[in-house]
Nanobody, 126 residues
Framework: QVQLVESGGGLVQAGDSLTLACAMS????????MAWFRQAPGQEREFVAA????????HFGDSVKGRFTISRDKAKNTVDLQMNGLKPEDSAVYYC???????????????????WGQGTQVTVSS
């Protein structure tokens, strides 16, 4: 069974950088489409970034494009989200998600992912 555990969240100031890590157990990250979503209080879960199982292509939400990067660490079996130039509106709980079979058109859809972590809080102060 796939288990995902996020880490790296915290309180930072606007303009700072932060790296989140999603550790997968039970399976190998390269065999899954991996993604990060976030959810702020009272808002819907928002797509942040994804890296595809085949080929490793990356995809980003419009609000983070150019500031965030996503990568896989095969040695650690993690998927990392590097966040630069953080803004107060980036504050949210960040969730890691995984799915082995979704199609490209669904990569930004939370409902397409079978496995989720418990989330890690990121708070950006102004």
């Amino acid at each position: 069974q796939v288990q995902l555990v996020e880490s790296g969240g915290g309180l930072v100031q606007a303009g700072d950088s932060l790296t989140l890590a999603c550790a997968m157990s039970g399976r190998t990250v390269t065999n899954y489409n991996m993604a990060w979503f976030r959810q702020a209080p009272g808002q819907e879960r928002e797509f942040v970034a994804a890296i595809r199982r085949n080929g490793g292509s990356t995809h980003f939400g419009d609000s983070v494009k150019g500031r965030f990067t996503i990568s896989r660490d095969k040695a650690k079996n993690t998927v990392d989200l590097q966040m630069n130039g953080l803004k107060p509106e980036d504050s949210a709980v960040y969730y890691c998600a995984a799915d082995a079979t979704l199609i490209l058109s669904s990569i930004r859809t939370a409902g397409a992912y079978d496995f989720w972590g418990q989330g890690t809080q990121v708070t950006v102060s102004s």
